[in-house]
């Protein structure tokens, strides 16, 4: 293999592995947001969702319940969230916004609580890599497509999942017409307040398997600055693939190859300073979501509008 | 005959209202937080004395809650700024980290033997507060005009722009401005360029006369000029305003600028003013809490000087606790968040109304029939 190829399948097959995150969180985000709820606490839930998964793993060593115990952890706290979102009816990107700073505060005291020696972090048992037969030994894309983690293929599955029960079933249809339109949903039979509930918490639960994603098959260990605004490219995602599951999927690789550009350029010596490179991915999320690709038109009419029954 | 609790059509806004339910919030909050204190072997009570006790019961202490009182309170005067004009600006991390940047630039080039040399520190200071403000006004500004230009979404810009922001500073600390040494860090700003302390036998500088100064003269924007006037109601019905001959565009900018320019104080006033050098993690979440405090004082300029005090007190109270109990310092993340989230959901219980007569009625009605039994 010589060197521009090698940097080509590296690049290739991080930039899938660093999608996968942000796409499953993006994944439930478009729930929430097609629901009508902004859920900006995706961040703070993706930082649970890792934590609980690490110290769930670093306990038990066992990966899958570790996954679970972070979707858990994400669907519970987000109860909290949807209860502000729609009953309370905060304003959501406040209610978002604080929330993650409560998570920060939590994590960072629970984190210091379970692992007082913190001198080395210590790293847990993790995902591997499946190398499937044949496929995997193809050159260049063999090694990046299907040298990844299983949750990676998971994720690629939920992905369809979503569109299908976004756009082919009566829950999706119930779930969209609260977000563009709550009254006439309302007058339809849909109860928008359960709905909007369902929106968040699939969000908070896709949130939080991101972070245990994250923890289980990228790193290997926790620190505080994990997730350091993943949570908040997701919600980019979201806008850049205008509320569609399929359309989010293709943004997140396009992030996850902005992303990966760092990592790969860092292997094969470059002399960018790394900062910069780093600061690539959010760079470009803000431009995809800046308005110069329009957008606007398209999200769900009524997005971080409380609805009130009268 | 009227019900013990009464539901009304509308909140309830009296002073009174607001403020005991903003009471309540906190207390619940402070029991929740309780809860965390026993997790760490420790009682509460003690707790919260420790917490309260150093940052406002000892004269350096106090001079210690002044120092963290001012960058809390100037971004939290620029959240009032932009959120009231109905720009939900979250960008306040990136503005800070923009603004100290700028400011410990222009200290390190006005040093003995730099380009420009020394520079007395009444030019110094009107200077350094300039190229801060336009700073950060500048780099708000930007997400200002993706908004009202592009029709992009303020609130994912500018936190995005937060992550860029911070890492151009970590450039610049381990790159251009590094010092020698092992830290990414500057070397220490010359002593002519810090903020005077105010306040004998303290460390309160300069910076809390300018927090102070910016509240009184955002109260002013806001309460007493025209200017003001626009900007609220640009907030609360761009339409209406476009009706009414407002610029929309324009004043969303403008609220954009001062609200940058505000954040970037806070950034200047903390390098000047407590750390004299630029050092990557000098934000360190302040942007965040500042919007929390804003918040708490419910976007008035006048109540964010004491919320300030009270949110900077308690990370002050905080360092100590961990130093002397070791107790992590982001407990008090999580009570100064909390008390927010549930001031937020107390803010239902002024729909209700309670009617003590109703009851004093009802206990006579029951004796009566008690009696008559």
New interface residues.
């Given amino acids: 293999m010589n060197g521009a190829q090698a940097f080509v399948v590296t690049w290739l097959s991080a930039s899938l592995g660093l999608a996968g995150p942000v796409l499953l969180a993006a994944l439930g985000e478009t729930f929430a947001e097609r629901s009508g709820v902004?859920n900006?606490g995706i961040e703070g839930t993706m930082l649970l969702g890792a934590l609980a998964s690490f110290l769930a793993c670093h306990y038990t060593g066992m990966v899958w319940i570790s996954l679970l115990i972070a979707v858990l952890v994400g669907v519970f706290a987000n109860v909290f969230l949807a209860w502000?979102y729609v009953s309370?009816r905060?304003?959501q990107?406040?209610?978002g916004?604080?929330?993650?700073?409560?998570t920060?505060?939590?994590v960072?005291?629970v984190y210091?609580?379970a692992m007082p020696s913190s001198a080395a972090p210590e790293s847990i048992a993790m995902f591997h890599p499946l190398h499937l037969p044949f496929l995997s030994s193809l050159s260049v894309i063999g090694p990046a497509l299907f040298g990844q983690t299983i949750l990676f293929y998971l994720t690629l599955l939920l992905a369809f999942a979503a569109h299908f029960v976004l756009f082919r079933t009566h829950f999706g249809l119930a779930l969209r017409a609260s977000g563009e339109n709550p009254a006439a949903a309302d007058s339809a039979g849909v109860s928008v307040y359960r709905m909007r509930y369902a929106g968040t918490l699939i969000s908070g639960a896709a949130a939080g398997m991101a972070g245990g994603y994250l923890v289980l098959a990228q790193v290997g260990l926790f620190r505080e600055s994990i997730v350091?605004?993943q949570g908040?490219?997701a919600?980019?995602i979201v806008?850049f693939g205008r509320w569609n599951p399929l359309k989010a999927a293709a943004a997140a690789i396009v992030f996850g190859a902005c992303d990966a550009l760092q990592l790969s350029l860092q292997i094969f010596g470059t002399r960018v300073?790394p900062?910069?490179l780093?600061?690539l991915p959010?760079?470009v999320?803000?431009l995809a979501?800046?308005?110069?690709f329009?957008?606007?038109a398209v999200q769900p009419a009524a997005l971080m509008r409380p609805y009130v029954k009268d | 005959m009227a019900k013990f609790i009464e539901r009304r059509l509308t909140p309830t806004d009296s002073p009174w209202a607001i403020l005991t339910t903003t009471a309540a919030a906190f207390l619940a909050a402070m029991l929740v937080t309780a809860f965390?204190f026993l997790?760490?072997d420790a009682n509460p009570l003690r707790a919260y004395v420790a917490l309260f006790h150093e940052p406002f019961a000892t004269v350096r202490g106090f001079g210690y809650s002044l120092v963290r009182m001012s960058p809390l309170a100037l971004i939290a005067l620029g959240t009032i700024v932009s959120w009231r004009s109905g720009f939900?600006y979250?960008g306040f991390e990136g503005c800070f980290v923009i603004g100290a940047t700028a400011t410990a630039w222009l200290a390190l080039v006005t040093s003995v033997g730099a380009r420009i040399g020394p520079v007395p520190l009444f030019l110094f200071l009107p200077m350094a507060i300039f190229l801060g403000f336009a700073a950060g006004g500048v780099w708000a500004g930007l997400v200002a005009f993706?908004?009202a230009?592009?029709?992009?979404?303020e609130?994912?810009?500018s936190?995005?722009?937060?992550?860029?922001a911070i890492?151009?500073l970590?450039?610049l600390v381990?790159?251009p401005l590094r010092a020698p040494g092992s830290l990414p860090e500057t070397r220490l700003l010359p002593r002519a360029t810090w903020l005077p302390f105010v306040l004998p036998g303290t460390r309160a500088h300069a910076g809390v006369l300018i927090a102070l100064a910016a509240a009184g003269l955002v109260w002013m924007l806001l309460q007493k000029m025209p200017l003001g006037y626009e900007l609220i109601v640009t907030g609360f019905n761009p339409s209406a305003a476009r009706y009414a001959g407002i610029d929309v565009k324009r004043r969303l900018l403008l609220a954009a600028f001062f609200a940058g320019g505000l954040g970037a104080l806070a950034g200047m006033v903390e390098v000047l003013g407590s750390q004299h050098r630029l050092m990557d993690g000098i934000s360190g979440?302040v942007g965040?809490?500042g919007?929390?405090v804003a918040?708490l004082a419910r976007l008035n300029p006048l109540a964010v000087i004491p919320t300030a005090l009270l949110y900077g007190g308690m990370s002050v109270g905080a360092d100590a606790m961990q130093r002397r109990a070791n107790i992590?310092s982001?407990?008090?993340?999580?009570?100064?968040?909390?008390a927010?989230?549930l001031v937020?959901?107390c803010?239902?219980l002024r729909y209700y109304k309670i009617n003590p007569s109703s009851l004093g009625r009802r206990t006579r009605q029951t004796t009566a029939g008690w009696v008559a039994k």
Avoid: C, E, H
Avoid at chain 1, 289 to 292: D, K, N, R, V
Avoid at chain 2, 330 to 338: D, R
């Fill in positions: 902004l900006v502000m309370v905060a304003s990107v406040v209610a916004l604080v929330f993650n700073v409560l920060l505060g939590i960072s005291t210091r609580r350091s605004g908040f490219i919600l980019g806008i300073p900062q910069l780093l600061a959010y760079v999320t803000i979501i800046s308005g110069l329009g957008g606007k | 965390l997790f760490y939900s979250l993706a908004r230009q592009l029709g992009g979404n609130v994912l810009i936190l995005m722009s937060n992550y860029v890492l151009i970590q450039y381990s790159g979440g965040f809490v919007i929390i918040l992590p982001s407990i008090t993340f999580i009570l100064q968040s909390l927010v989230l937020l959901a803010d239902a």
